[in-house]
């Protein structure tokens, strides 16, 4: 069966690996799932044949058969599920591993993502420079219990997991910011995802797609 | 082995049912399973021996032998797996389920706090009363499709599942702004929601924890 994903004709960050497409196609080549991309306009993306199976109008979305998915943490965790190397086998570790993978969605991504609301799309309000200080605390609070959870170890908790790679897709969204320098081990631990060969794969296939012509 | 999760000693709410301990509280109810609560103060959320087992010093934790989990969506799914009544059996329809657990929690949710953080935390600002609109389209542009979805359907897809549970308490956190009054269809999901006698008695629960003494 053909796995199909769908990603943006033309990624709004040109090609930094930030669209969420990115993590769907990580994790495939963590696992080395061949896979086919659809590529969507922005008309597409609002299309009635899109919404029928993502109902928010956005990418990623995974085909399987008779099988259709959206959102990036149920993609992640459907294949994670099905092939080895994302998930550890033993209960109390898999339950753990699944947990990291909401926090980076649901405790960490929601400030990270606000920060890109404040900077990018309110950038021209009024209020723009005087509320940014606010919205980077928020982020800093979760940044320090993070560091302080991680502190020497390589990955979140044990072997790389499905939950280190959507933290990493998260705090990757923070570079531009200038914060994540502000967490040297924060900033080795996204250096150690960027550093795994199917990151690598999954980056260069999306810039492909992406980058500037010269 | 005893099911022990964590609470506020005090809701930020005062018993609204808005605090996530509900979540858990009423995922429990839907399988009849036991618990007992520990509560914490502020101070007691940000004790060593709370953030062993939740790095971001929040609530609720989940603790079961030698399991011990945080994050609402990780609790719940956890809960989902091992007993019948949140999850279809069906390979597929199980997937979707969890597709909509992640997106009441990626998609949904963060413009929903994101209008707490703006009505509550920055109502003192001066940029408060003019950002506000900006907010709350952010939230109706989710709503909008959230409720194209929906349609006459009681659940979002099927029977109730984990990812009803989720959407409906994400939902809840509109009531007192106005916006889940904007539309019926939405309204009268989160009303089914309700309804349930397992959220009826996860409400009772944290209620007559947090109910202002007459």
Redesign the interface.
């Known amino acids: 069966m053909t796995i199909t994903i769908t990603a943006f004709e033309r990624s709004p960050d040109g090609g930094k690996g930030l669209a969420r497409d990115t993590r769907v196609r990580w994790a495939l080549e963590e696992m080395g799932q061949p896979y086919e991309v659809r590529f969507l306009s922005s008309a597409g993306m609002a299309a009635p044949e899109h919404?029928a199976i993502h109902?928010?109008?956005?990418i990623p979305t995974y085909e399987d058969g008779?099988?259709s998915?959206?959102?990036?943490?149920?993609i992640v965790?459907?294949l994670a599920e099905r092939h080895a190397g994302l998930l550890p086998t033993e209960?109390?570790a898999r339950?753990?591993a699944?947990?990291w993978?909401?926090?980076a969605?649901?405790?960490v991504?929601?400030p990270v993502?606000?920060l890109t609301n404040a900077r990018v799309f309110?950038a021209d309000?009024?209020?723009s420079e005087?509320?940014l200080p606010?919205v980077k605390d928020r982020v800093r609070a979760?940044l320090d219990?993070?560091s302080?959870?991680l502190g020497v170890a390589d990955w979140l908790d044990g072997a790389f997991s499905a939950g280190d790679l959507l933290m990493v897709s998260v705090l990757l969204r923070l570079r531009m910011s200038g914060i994540l320098d502000e967490y040297q081990d924060l900033a080795a631990y996204v250096a150690r995802g960027e550093a795994r060969p199917a990151y690598a794969r999954a980056f260069a296939a999306q810039f492909a797609v992406n980058a500037p012509s010269l």
């Not at 109902?55 to 956005?58: I, K, L, R, T, Y």
């Not at 998915?69 to 149920?74: A, Y």
């Open positions: 919404l109902p928010f109008g956005q008779s099988l998915l959206f959102e990036t943490g149920s965790f459907h209960r109390d339950a753990r699944i947990t993978m909401f926090a969605l649901n405790t991504e929601p993502f606000e309110e309000k009024p209020w005087a509320r606010l979760r219990r993070l302080a959870h």
